[in-house]
């Protein structure tokens, strides 16, 4: 039976960016990000209001088919409770379209409010990290971005056949411990990226040798994160993604070459556009310089826990 949240319950969630692929390992590897939406969710008598600050602010809508709206929603669907009005407040840093999980953030935190929501009116009922995975995948269509906002650290996910038939899809991940002399770098251009454009340009096969070779480098990437820094270079090639949407994204590709000619393992993050650096020690001053001179921002980044609700 459902239950009604009573008006004047408030929860925030903050939730972090993220990373996915890190090279080899596409829609399947991924990482949180240190730096954070946060979400603000009150519950009123009746009605919706929604307020948007900071990235995106301009370009999301302002109402029920805004994705956090969205996911808060079915939050509370799954546990079985109700609410007569909600207030939404979003508050955006993570840039949108650049590759770092902004879409998925989005729903891991409306769906982490909810979860919030409901725990204050009966802990029972609260949804599971697993079911958090779950549900915030359902919305990206791969568990990659989500799966790292939800449990933190790095991730390893993936999907299963449903488990009945017109079921959704099954999405799983667990979460890896990044070594700590792991620092991260990301290189944030000004313009957007399309992930169903860059998708697109994807071929539906691939020759077995690359689909080897890209096998050997996600497995090695694990070890690589977890155990041994010294082996990133290698543990970060890629065959399968990078270099089929290079044209598309000709300053991401030039400024990895570039940075992986100064022995710095760097990848398309995500979709892109933005660069992601893994390496034990700072950016040079030279390479931060000439980033910045040609307006990408340079953001020095640590691997995040997963998102919080108070």
Avoid: K
């Avoid at 999301?60 to 709206?69: D, F």
């Avoid at 509370?76 to 407040?89: C, I, P």
């Avoid at 620092?183 to 340009?201: D, N």
């Amino acid at each position: 039976m459902t239950q009604t949240l009573p008006a004047g319950l408030t929860v925030t969630a903050r939730v972090p960016a993220s990373t996915a692929n890190l090279g080899p390992g596409f829609d399947t590897l991924g990482m949180a990000l240190g730096f954070y939406d946060e979400i603000t969710v009150t519950t009123t008598a009746a009605g919706l209001t929604v307020r948007v600050e900071g990235e995106g602010a301009e370009d999301v809508p302002w109402g029920p088919s805004h994705l956090v709206v969205r996911a808060i929603e079915r939050g509370l669907e799954v546990a079985g409770v109700w609410a007569g009005g909600l207030d939404v407040v979003c508050r955006n840093v993570i840039p949108h379209s650049r590759g770092l999980g902004s879409s998925a953030s989005a729903a891991v935190g409306g769906l982490a409010a909810a979860n919030g929501l409901v725990s204050l009116l009966d802990p029972a009922l609260a949804l599971t990290a697993a079911q958090l995975v779950q549900l915030s995948s359902e919305f990206e269509g791969h568990p990659d971005n989500a799966s790292a906002s939800v449990l933190g650290g790095a991730v390893v996910s993936w999907s299963e056949a449903p488990t009945v038939a017109d079921g959704p899809q099954q999405y799983f991940a667990a979460r890896l411990e990044v070594h700590p002399d792991i620092r991260i770098v990301a290189l944030v251009p000004s313009e957007h990226s399309s992930t169903a454009h860059t998708r697109g340009m994807l071929p539906e096969q691939v020759p077995h040798a690359d689909a080897a070779f890209n096998v050997s480098r996600a497995a090695l990437a694990v070890v690589a994160l977890t155990e041994r820094p010294d082996l990133l270079m290698s543990a970060t090639e890629d065959r399968l993604h990078q270099r089929q949407r290079a044209t598309a994204l000709p300053v991401t590709t030039r400024w990895i070459a570039t940075l992986r000619e100064h022995g710095i393992a760097a990848v398309v993050s995500g979709a892109g556009p933005t660069v992601l650096a893994l390496t034990t020690a700072a950016l040079p001053d030279e390479l931060r310089r000439r980033a910045e001179a040609e307006g990408l921002r340079v953001l020095d980044l640590e691997v995040s826990d997963g998102v919080q609700v108070h």
